[in-house]
């Protein structure tokens, strides 16, 4: 009903995209408008909440902060912008490398623990025991095991996605529908039939949406391990603006690194709705 | 049928007890083989051995001046302890209850609704970490950019959930409560939010790790006292007990974090319908 107020004489789609494109940019304009008005009137401090023409504009003095080699007395490595890109590569590649890891290894370790019952119950009370505890309690010990560089960092989205996933893989199999493994058993399924033809596709779904909610979490360990310092990334960079008290800095940052976050997300919502289409 | 369940529990027990001693067993092993030092990775005997010493690092009085000594060790942990969690505790609250809100008005007002939400979106996969440095320009030091940084954790994401969760209601709830004759005003308020109130609640639940997560690295970043500075300080001084230590009390507070929720989700929301349903084993 509603849609008919809208009197265009266009197929409906494009009106539905049309008026969302408006209100996201009226939107969008009257948040940055408010923020640049709070500027021109001098009640937000630039130094503080610098707006966005400000921290958007000195690209070629913010890109050299993401340049490492700058600070080792090396000349600047190329453009500005492919600097920005190797650091925000850097970030992505350990956050993906994480999180592949992580669904396979909680996926064949939860069907494991279903699938042989001595196997759950020796490893389930460990695994229990361990999913509580921060990431970031693991940071110390990630960092005493694998030193620096992208290992520890690897290690931790591991952490972060692996216990959770493994425990969301057990309830997924526990709460499948009795009537598949009957219908498979019935249909004569080996107990592997079963799990490998009938458990793993109902529950890849759900998993993925598992990871999906968590990605926001493996994002998050990924820059603050950079922060805390097992070498370049984002996260180096909010800490460096945070440590010289560089608001532009931290505003472009905030910027990249939202950017990236929904960028990511975009990508495993696509990669959900195209791999996993028997999902509904 | 009462010593069936006790006998399951007994079994249940021991195959805790089996599993635990495994894990143990392997840590303590490798490391008695000499795979490597005290230094790199304490087993269990050598830092929970340490613990009566290494619980004076829990008083951060002495690195804060003006501050008075904790009486004891203990008191000092508690002291510790519960500054995260009222940190968490407040910062979910306050996400919760403002992100819930926030959700209900951009549905309710219409065209309000339409030219918050987009902004909103664009806010919302900024991950909190990325805040840090805003929160300590705004808040210094202290309680606030913890309670603050939790907030952003969780009220971004309870609002756009919440969205989604009122625009799942059954349509069937809402033309019922029209007929009865209630305003607009009163089915958001009778029948949308206890219908949504639960998947919200889950969804809080989901994200606690994300918040507990937040916490230790603004306390570790942007304050001098709670279980994040802890941890922080005992990886800069490297002191592999503490670490241990600290790991072993952050794991045990989440866990009872978790079973409170739970718990709270079970009580105050009783009207959830519970899943069923399982794999022949």
């Given at each position: 009903m509603s849609s008919m107020s809208n009197a265009y004489k266009v197929p409906g789609r494009l009106a539905k995209f049309a008026s969302a494109a408006i209100w996201w940019i009226a939107s969008v304009s009257l948040f940055i408008s408010i923020w640049e008005l709070c500027w021109y009137m001098k009640w937000a401090n630039p130094m503080l909440f610098p707006p966005p023409h400000l921290f958007l504009q000195d690209l070629y003095f913010v890109g050299k902060l993401f340049d490492k080699s700058t600070r080792l007395g090396n000349p600047t490595a190329g453009l500005i912008v492919w600097t920005i890109a190797k650091t925000i590569g850097a970030s992505t590649l350990r956050v993906l490398i994480g999180l592949c890891l992580a669904f396979v290894g909680s996926l064949l370790i939860g069907i494991a623990i279903r699938f042989s019952p001595l196997f759950g119950r020796l490893v389930l009370p460990v695994i229990n025991l361990l999913a509580p505890v921060s990431p970031i309690a693991w940071l110390p010990v990630a960092m005493l095991i694998f030193g620096l560089g992208n290992a520890p960092a690897i290690f931790l989205v591991y952490i972060a996605l692996f216990f959770i996933m493994t425990l969301a893989t057990l309830s997924l199999i526990d709460s499948l529908p009795i009537a598949y493994a009957q219908v498979a058993r019935i249909m004569g399924g080996t107990r592997l039939q079963i799990f490998v033809q009938v458990v793993l596709p109902a529950i890849l779904p759900g998993l993925f949406v598992v990871l999906r909610l968590n990605l926001f979490a493996a994002w998050m360990i990924v820059l603050i391990a950079e922060a805390v310092?097992?070498?370049?990334?984002l996260g180096l960079v909010v800490m460096i603006a945070r440590n010289t008290f560089d608001s532009q800095l931290a505003f472009f940052t905030m910027f990249l690194i939202g950017a990236v976050g929904f960028v990511m997300d975009m990508g495993l919502r696509e990669i959900q709705r195209r791999v996993l289409y028997w999902a509904t | 049928m009462s010593s069936q369940s006790i006998k399951h529990r007994i079994t249940d027990f021991v195959w805790w007890c089996i599993s635990i001693g495994l894990f143990v067993g392997i840590w303590e092993l490798t490391f008695s083989m000499g795979l490597y030092s005290a230094q790199f990775l304490p087993p269990p005997h050598i830092f929970l051995g340490d613990l009566p010493n290494q619980l004076q690092h829990f008083d951060f009085s002495k690195a804060n001046a003006g501050e008075k000594a904790a009486s004891s060790h203990y008191h000092a942990v508690a002291k510790t302890i519960s500054a995260t969690v009222i940190r968490v505790i407040t910062g979910l609250s306050l996400g919760f209850i403002l992100g819930v809100i926030t959700g209900s008005v951009i549905r309710y007002f219409r065209w309000f609704g339409k030219l918050l939400l987009p902004t909103v979106t664009l806010l919302a996969p900024i991950s909190p970490f990325a805040w840090l440095p805003v929160a300590v320009f705004l808040f210094g030091i202290g309680n606030k950019p913890a309670i603050f940084m939790v907030f952003l954790a969780v009220y971004f994401i309870i609002t756009l959930a919440a969205i989604a969760e009122i625009d799942a209601v059954q349509k069937n709830y809402l033309n019922v409560a029209k007929i009865m004759g209630a305003t607009r005003l009163q089915t958001y308020v009778q029948v949308i939010l206890p219908a949504i109130l639960p998947g919200l609640f889950t969804i809080l639940r989901l994200n606690l790790f994300a918040a507990w997560m937040v916490v230790l690295i603004a306390e570790s970043a942007g304050s001098d006292s709670g279980l994040g500075a802890l941890v922080m300080l005992a990886k800069m001084t490297g002191a592999p007990n503490l670490v241990m230590i600290g790991m072993v009390v952050i794991g045990i507070v989440g866990f009872i974090f978790d079973s409170m929720l739970r718990y709270v989700q079970k009580r105050v929301l009783y009207w959830i319908p519970e899943v069923q349903g399982s794999l022949p084993k």
């Open positions: 310092g097992v070498g370049g990334g | -």
